[in-house]
């Protein structure tokens, strides 16, 4: 496997750029003659070596921002507008074929469902070896040898490559997945809910072999997933989401410890502790909304315990904290000509 300092950098790629910087993205579905707001307005970046964890409820556009980073969408979806650089080159708006020189060898993706995946009828180590044949260009035999050392590197003995999806348990059908995505050395993994379906046990030992390759190989990580605990254990920064924008940003510990959009709030109050009586867990009432038809304002706003009437109407300017946290929600001031302001760290749950 190829170091980070090793790997041959792309064409017009600009080493002092961030290794990823998203701005703005909006991507919508059509429904026959609705549309849905999927992904709307989301910005974020990612550095070298780090692991970003974005979380959020179901639907709220976390896997649909990370399709759209490379062109993964199914066919009655489209990103409208915003940018997508890697190492400072615009992804956004290339064709399908230009878009082929970043999967699996600077982007790469596990997916949820691994019997889902992957193909039953093909034997595991052909399916590894056929994106560094067609990415690579490396001859077949070299392939399936990687191909080898990739399993033994996620923790699958060599002498099992022949074996086809339907003969390996869960967790390893979902190490192979790791495998495959780590073929052609990208510079980005992202995991998509990779230990959905997966026993307690073996989730922990994903999770484990992630931070390890992360270690190792000096990726990067983007964890999607609804559970906190995994991204407090695993990830750096944490990005919260609710109905298809960014409600919450920043270092883990800082978000953890300090949050400050009533929507992280509520997340972090559901999660069963130890220390606390059940009966104290918060539970956010309603639903999500409809993203066919959006409220007008702070999408939060039907369900927020803090709720003025200016969140009903507008929607709530990104305000950023001194510990780099990052929050829309209106509880906070904006500045006058509409730049962020810097504001003080304060504890949850205060207002301005």
């Given at each position: 496997m190829t170091a980070p300092a090793d790997r041959q950098l792309p064409k017009q790629a600009d080493p002092s750029a961030p290794l990823l910087e998203v701005q703005g993205l909006r991507t919508q579905f059509r429904l026959g003659s609705e549309v849905v707001h999927a992904v709307d307005g989301v910005s974020f970046r990612l550095e070298r070596g780090e692991s970003l964890g974005i979380a959020g409820e179901s639907g709220c556009g976390k896997t649909t921002t990370a399709l759209s980073l490379v062109g993964l969408l199914p066919a009655n979806a489209r990103v409208l507008e915003g940018s997508v650089r890697l190492y400072g080159?615009?992804?956004?708006?290339?064709?399908?074929?230009?878009?082929?020189?970043?999967?699996?060898?600077?982007?790469?993706?596990?997916?949820?469902?691994?019997?889902?995946?992957?193909?039953?009828?093909?034997?595991?180590?052909?399916?590894?070896?056929?994106?560094?044949?067609?990415?690579?260009?490396?001859?077949?035999?070299?392939?399936?040898?990687?191909?080898?050392d990739l399993l033994e590197l996620v923790g699958i003995p060599r002498a099992r490559d022949r074996a086809y999806p339907h003969e390996l348990s869960g967790g390893m059908r979902q190490r192979a997945m790791i495998a495959m995505a780590l073929a052609c050395d990208p510079a980005i993994l992202i995991g998509d809910e990779p230990t959905t379906a997966l026993d307690v046990m073996i989730q922990a030992q994903i999770l484990e072999l992630l931070e390890r390759l992360r270690s190792q190989l000096g990726l990067s990580l983007i964890l999607i997933t609804h559970d906190l605990a995994v991204i407090a254990e695993t990830c750096d920064r944490v990005m919260v989401m609710y109905a298809g924008r960014v409600a919450e940003e920043g270092r883990v510990a800082d978000v953890f410890a300090r949050p400050r959009h009533p929507y992280t709030q509520r997340l972090l109050g559901s999660i069963p502790n130890l220390r606390v009586d059940r009966r104290a867990l918060d539970i956010i009432p309603g639903s999500p909304p409809d993203l066919r038809d959006p409220p007008p304002g702070c999408r939060f706003a039907p369900r927020c315990p803090v709720v003025m009437e200016?969140?009903?109407?507008?929607?709530?300017?990104?305000?950023?904290?001194?510990?780099?946290?990052?929050?829309?929600?209106?509880?906070?001031?904006?500045?006058?000509?509409?730049?962020?302001?810097?504001?003080?760290?304060?504890e949850p749950g205060t207002s301005r």
């Open positions: 080159i615009e992804l956004a708006g290339r064709s399908e074929i230009g878009l082929r020189r970043y999967r699996w060898r600077e982007i790469a993706i596990v997916f949820q469902g691994a019997m889902n995946a992957l193909n039953p009828v093909r034997r595991i180590r052909d399916q590894i070896a056929e994106p560094i044949v067609q990415r690579l260009q490396v001859d077949e035999g070299a392939a399936r040898r990687k191909a080898g200016i969140c009903r109407t507008e929607i709530p300017p990104e305000v950023r904290f001194a510990d780099g946290v990052r929050v829309a929600c209106h509880q906070y001031p904006e500045s006058s000509d509409g730049r962020p302001v810097i504001l003080p760290t304060k």
